[in-house]
């Protein structure tokens, strides 16, 4: 049978940026019991702030409990 994996976006807000809130964000949905995290990868032209995906996904990877 085959098993469902549940994943969620990273929680990001404005006002929690950095490397500490995306491994604050990764350890979270460890506790969860939630299989993955994702980050979009989009440009906004109004000016909302956003991460750029790749280094987020990075700073996620190195906060991980799970080597894999």
Do not use: Y
Not at 52 to 58: D, P, Q, S, T, W
Request: charged content about 20%.
């Amino acid at each position: 049978m085959a098993t469902i994996k549940i994943g969620t976006g990273l929680p990001w807000s404005p006002e929690r940026t950095g490397s500490a809130a995306v491994a604050e964000g990764v350890r979270h949905v460890e506790q969860a019991g939630l299989e993955s995290v994702w980050m979009p990868d989009l440009i906004i032209g109004d000016g909302t702030p956003a991460m750029e995906a790749a280094m987020v996904l990075a700073a996620a990877a190195a906060a991980s409990a799970d080597p894999e």
